[in-house]
């Protein structure tokens, strides 16, 4: 840009000078304040945020597997046509498990409530993150030849399970597939009994719906022999997924679905990213409103600076860089307010990263996390100093195209008059 070192040396030198009244470098500091206090507001908030989408996408990834194939048509499909030795021999896969998921109704003692049976294959336990949802009892799923359940924290809630009473178990049921209009719940319903082995939280939807039963129950209470409704692929750490899921394809063709965590999480994703959008924009807004200082605090400079305005033009001095020499004066006490307040937010961020310095609540409540998880990522810092830059430029811009050659002649007239 042209002229510009000598405009950025000029800015800079009205910026830390001492103004002829006092009130004007009182309005600066509010300018500065006003735009560091909404940018580390807005970098905390986001970083919070992170931590959040962090926290629960992996919470949900703990359940959800890397790939869950499923029918192309149909519900279930025959799990002895499918090519499970080809997929096993494909590089990063970890686990490949069976499953069968469906609605059942559950009965503890005098209670009962409508359920989602996911009933897995042994494989399904040796997710390394399984343990990171479970809040209390340990998960098994078969231990002498006897039946096991994990089940959402909702559900332990309503039917009130007692983990440590082995007399009782949770019975499920099931219209049988053949049965006939019958008033016997015998002669109408499959169930089966299973004893809650442990009890997990990722959500309330999930918590609220998902018992896990071995995949053997499920075969039983569904009447399935070789059926089963999807298969999840787990993949060992630093895998690629894209050349997995281009493997899958390969080996699956057109007669299965499927779908990464992504498509599996669909919603959840997209609520995640419109809330994060949703707070970005309010408090951008907040900022642009801490920047209407910064309009008032150039205008006040201008007019202080007339007669160096009169001079400059006098010296031949264009009227457009007079008026780029208070767009970077506003430019430079924005991106003052810009950078303390991502230090002080980096720093706020850090402490709490460090100390937990804000909690969630009672040490003795059973959360999955006891203080504000943060994460600061580098691309909302680009956007964050991206957003307050145009924000400042607007506002630096509006006062800055007030001063037109009428303005200048006036001044050079006054600064003739008093020099007479």
Not at 315 to 333: A, D, K, N
Not at 341 to 352: E, P, S
Not at 381 to 395: A, D, Q
Request: aromatic share 10%; with cysteine.
């Amino acid at each position: 840009m042209k002229n510009f070192p000598l405009v950025f040396m000029m800015a800079r030198r009205y910026l830390f000078a001492k103004k002829s009244f006092a009130i004007i470098n009182i309005v600066s500091l509010i300018s500065v304040i006003g735009v560091t206090v909404g940018t580390m507001a807005l970098f905390v908030v986001l970083s919070v945020f992170n931590g959040f989408e962090n926290l629960i996408l992996g919470l949900f990834n703990s359940f959800h597997a890397d790939f869950k194939i499923e029918s192309a048509e149909g519900k279930t499909f025959d799990i002895t046509e499918f090519p499970e030795e080809k997929i096993r021999q494909i590089e990063g896969v970890y686990t490949v498990t069976n499953v069968i998921e469906d609605l059942a109704l559950a009965r503890y003692n005098d209670r009962q409530h409508l359920v989602i049976v996911k009933a897995v294959s042994d494989e399904f336990l040796l997710s390394a993150s399984l343990d990171s949802i479970i809040i209390y009892g340990e998960p098994i799923l078969e231990y002498n030849e006897v039946e096991f359940a994990i089940i959402g924290a909702g559900v332990d809630y309503v039917l009130g399970v007692n983990l440590n009473d082995y007399s009782k178990g949770i019975s499920l049921y099931v219209p049988k597939r053949t049965a006939k209009a019958s008033v016997s719940m015998a002669q109408a319903f499959v169930s089966q009994s299973v004893y809650a082995s442990s009890v997990f939280s990722i959500q309330q939807e999930f918590d609220e719906e998902y018992i896990i039963v071995p995949l053997e129950t499920g075969k039983r209470l569904y009447e399935y022999e070789n059926e089963v409704t999807s298969v999840e692929i787990m993949m060992k750490p630093n895998s690629s997924l894209k050349k997995t899921r281009k493997a899958l394809s390969q080996i699956l063709g057109n007669e299965y679905v499927i779908k990464d965590r992504f498509q599996q999480q669909e919603f959840i994703y997209k609520i995640l990213k419109s809330e994060k959008l949703a707070i970005f924009l309010i408090l951008s807004f907040i900022l642009i409103i801490a920047t209407f200082n910064v309009i008032g605090t150039i205008s006040m400079i201008i007019l202080e600076k007339r007669k160096d305005i009169a001079v400059l033009s006098a010296m031949g001095c264009p009227l457009s860089t007079i008026r780029r020499l208070f767009v970077v004066e506003g430019m430079l006490i924005i991106g003052t307010g810009a950078v303390l307040g991502v230090i002080l937010g980096a720093i706020l961020c850090w402490l709490q990263q460090k100390y937990g310095l804000l909690s969630l609540g009672s040490p003795d409540a059973n959360y999955v996390v006891m203080s504000y998880p943060v994460k600061m990522k580098a691309g909302d810092l680009l956007i964050i100093l991206s957003t307050v830059g145009v924000i400042g430029f607007l506002s630096s811009l509006i006062p800055s195209r007030k001063i037109k050659g009428k303005f200048v002649s006036i001044n050079q007239h006054e600064q003739g008059v008093e020099e007479k």
